[in-house]
C-alpha cells in the first residue's frame, strides 16, 4: 500500500464537495443544451421535419419486363413489340406548361385527345412523374424534337416497346389486344404484379393468356431525396420477360379462311379432329387492334362498336346461330344410337304434321322427296325425315344426347367470353320461360331450327368428333409456351373430353351420307365435292333468320339482305383419315351448299393440298 | 477493513440501471427490424454486463488502489500491440482478438486512466498542487495520443475527458483552468492541421449539413430528420418512419437515440434524459459519500463520464455536436463499452458498500 501523507479528511471532502457541485450544475446545463436542442427539432420545426420525413423514402422503382410474343404454329409473329418513341414531360420541371405545349405543338403533331390525355394524366400522377404527352412518334417528329431538345426543359424522348399487330384485322378476335389499363382493370388485378406495367391485355389470347405473356417485373431500389428524385442505386433486381406463345392458329389458313368469307359477315372454325388444335378461327368482319394499345379515341370506338356489322363481335366464339340442317348428321347418329334402323323409311310428301291437319312443318323441297331413310334424308337434307326422327326421340333424349357433342355447353376454349349457345329441353323451358315444352317445338328442333342455337366453335367442335370417331377433344388455341430465356418449349397436350360413346358402324354410317352430301348427283353439296382429289364428308345447313308463316313461300330475292337465310356448312376432310374439320357460317349468305360450302372447300384445300384459293372474285 | 466482505447494493442506482436496460430492448427491438435475434444476443450482453457489474461490485476500494499502476500498464502495453498490428494489418485497429472474445483495449483505458490519475492525485494531499496536476496530465495524454493514433478521436477525447475530470474533482486550482483552456484554445487551430480529413469533415458538416446532403451530411440530417418528425409524442413504437425505412445508419448503435426519439417523442426524451440525469446524480451522490479520496475522484470521474458520453451522443444525433463514435451508455447495442461501463458502475457499488459512514 502506497504510503499517504497526512491528509485533511474534512478539506478534501469540502473541495470534492465543492467540485461536485460545480460539475453537476455544468451537466444540468448540458441537459438543458440538448432538452432546448429537442424542443426545437420536436416542436419549433416539427412541421418541416416531419414534411421531410415523409417525403423521405427508399422509392422502388420498377423495370417492366418484356411482354411475351405470340406466334402462329409455325412461328410467324402475330404479336410483336416494336420500339416507338414516346414524349414524356415531367411536370415538376416545367415552368410553364401552356407555353412549353406550344412551343412543342410546332415540333410535333398534338392533337386535342392527346393533350386531353395528357392533362388528365397529370393530374394522376406524381408532378415528379414522367407523364406520356406523344407516343408513337415518326422518325421525323423525334429527330426534330431532338435537335431542339435544349429549348425544352422537362421534356424527354423516351424509346419504349409497344405492342404491334403485324396481321393487323387477321385474327383479331383471336389474338385480342393489349391496353393502358383502366380503373376498372385496377380493382381486378394484382397490383403487385403490375409495377411499371402500363398494359394488359384486354380480349383474346392477350387476356386469357395474360399471367404467362407478362413476365415478372424487376425493380430498382433507390435512395430518393426530399423532392422524391432518384439519388443513387440500392439493389437492382431484374425483370423476367414473359413467355412467348405459339398458338395453333396457322396464320395463312386463317387469312384465307377470312378472305374466303368476302364481304358476308361470319365465321370459320377449322379444328384438327386428332387434337383439338384450332387451325383456322375467322370472324368476319373484323377490326385493326393496334388502335387500341394507345388508347382508341371514343369517336373510333363508337364506330366500332355501333356499327350494324358489329365487327367487335367474335363470331367463332359468340355468334349464337341456328344450325340448321347441320345438326342432321348428328340426329341421325342419335337416331342409330336410340336403335332406329338403318333402313326405315320415312315417306316425305313436302311436309310433317303432328296428327291429321294440324300444323304442317315443311320441307325445303316443296314437292317432297318421296320415301327416304338416312342415307338419303343426310344427303338430300330432307327435314321430314328428321321432323319425324326428333318426334319419335322427344326434345330430353335429344338434348341429353347432342350435349355429349357439346352443343349446349361451353367447348373449354381458351379464350373468355365463351357462349354456351343452346340445346334446349323441358327442364330449360320451364326454368327460363315458366312455360310447358310444345311437341312442335321438338320437331323443328330436329333440323337445328327453334330454339336451338350453336356457335360456330361448338359446330366444329362437334364435327371434329365425328371425324375423330366420336372421340371428343377440347378445342385450343394455344400449342406451346416458350421460356424466352432458355428458349425452352412446353407444348399443350391435347384433352380428351369422351370417347367410345358411338359405335363405329354406326359413325361409319354418318360418314358415308356426309360424303355423299359432296359426292353424289344428289348430294346438297355437291358442287363443293366434285373434282376433289380428296373425300369430304359434309352437311349443308340453311338458317332462317325470319320466321316463314304458313301460307307463304321464302324467296330469296325478296327478302331484305339481313333477312336472308344464313348459310352454314360442316365438314371434314379427307373422310377416311380427317385431318381438318371446318365449320362455316355466313349471315345473310342464303344456301349453305353454294355460299358457306366453297369457303370451308378453299379452307380445306389450302390445308390439304398447299393450294392458294384462285384469286377470281366472285360477285357476291 | 480487508474482512468488509458484505456486498450491499445500492438498489436505487441499480433500479436506474436495469430501467434503461429495459428502454435498450425495446428500442433494439425496433432499430432492428423487429429482430428477435439481435434482442436475444443484446439480452446476453446485458445479463453479462450485470455479472461483471457485481464481480466488481465485490473488490474494496483498497483493492482496487493497489491494481491501478497494473492494469494502467497492461492497458498502455494493449494499445501499443493495436497499434502495431494496425501498422502490419495496414489499416486502423482497434480491437484485440483473443478468440473467444474481441475487445477494445481503448475501452478499458476508460477505466484504468482515472484509475490511474486518481491513484497519482491521492499520493498528496487535496487539492492537487501542480507538479500533481501535471503528473497527472502526463497520465492522461500518454494513452489519449495512443488512441487517437488508431485513430478513434471520440474514445480518444473520453479518455482524456475522463482522467481531466479526476483532476477537476482533486481541486486543481481554477486558475490553472483558465490557463489551460486558453491553451487549449490557441491550439485548437493547431488540432486542426492534426487531425483527419474526415473528422474536418464532420466538424465543417456539422455547421452545415446541407452542404453535402447525401454525403458528409447525410448521417446529421437523416437523424435530425427523425428526431424533428418525432414531435411531442413521437411516431409510436415500431412506427418510425426513418428507423424502418433504413434512413438512419447506425440505428442500432451510435444513432440509436434517433430511433427512440422519433418513436417516443419529446416527451419519451426527456423522460429518458431525466432517467440518466438521475443515475448520474446518484452516482455523483456516492461518489460524495465514499470513504476515502481515492474512491471519491475514481467515482466522481465515473459519474461525470457517463454523463458526457449521454449528452456527446445526444448531442450528435441532433446535430449539435460533430459525429463521433459514441454509443449511447447502457442503450446502444454492443459489448465491450456496455461492459466497461457496468464495470465503473460495479465500481460505484463497491464505492456504495464501502462507504465512510458505514465505519
Redesign the interface.
Known sequence: ??D?????VF???R???S??IV??IF??I??G???V???Y???I??D???T???N???SVVPKPPVRGLIFDRNGVPLARNVPSYTLEVIPDQVSNMEELLHELGKLVTLTEYDLKLFHRDVERHASFDATVLRSQLTDEEAARFAVNRYRFQGVELHARLERNYPNRESAAHVVGYVGHISPNDLEKIDKSQYRGINFLGKTGIESYYEEILRGTSGFDQV?T?AHGRV??TISSTPSIPGKNIYLTIDSKLQLIAEQALEDYRGAVVAIKPSTGEILAFASTPSYDPNAFVNGISTADYAELRDSPDTPLLNRALRGRYAPGSTIKPFMGLIGLKANRSVDKKTFCPGYYTLKKGGRRFRCWKHSGHGAVDLHDAVVQSCDVYFYDLAHSLGIDMMHDSLSLFGFGSKTGIDLSGESAALMPSRQWKRGSRDEPWYPGETVIAGIGQGYVLATPLQLASATSALANKGRRLKPHLLLAEEDTLSTEKVSKAPELLNSGIWDAENLEIIQQAMVDVTDSPRGTARRVGAGSPYKIAAKTGTAQVIGIKQNERYIESEVAPRHRDHALFIAYAPAENPEIAVAVIAENGGHGGSTAGPVAKKVMDYFLLGKQPEQEKEPS | MREQKRLSLDWALLTGLLLLSVVSLFVLYSAGDQNSDLLFRQSIRITLAFIVMFAVARITPEQLLRWTPYLYAIGLIMLLIVLAAGVIGKGAQRWIDLGFVRFQPAEMMKLAVPMMVAWVMVKKPLPASLPTVILGTIVVIIPTALVIKQPDLGTAILIAGSGLVVIFFAGMSWRIIAILSALLAAAAPLGWYLIHDYQRQRILTLFDPWSDPLGAGYHTIQSAIAVGSGGLYGKGWLNGSQSQLDFIPERSTDFIFAVFSEEFGFIGSLLLLLAYLFVFGRSLYIAIEAKDSFTRLLCGSLAVTFAIYVFVNIGMVTGILPIVGVPLPLISYGGTSMVSMMAGFGILMSAYSNRWFMH
Do not use: A, C, H, W
Open positions: 500500500m502506497p499517504f501523507e497526512i491528509k485533511d478539506r478534501e471532502t473541495v470534492f464537495t467540485r461536485s460539475i453537476g451537466m444540468l448540458l441537459v443544451i440538448l432538452l436542442r429537442l424542443f427539432l420536436q416542436l420545426e416539427y418541416r421535419y416531419s421531410l420525413s415523409k423521405n423514402r427508399i435512395e431525396n439519388v443513387r
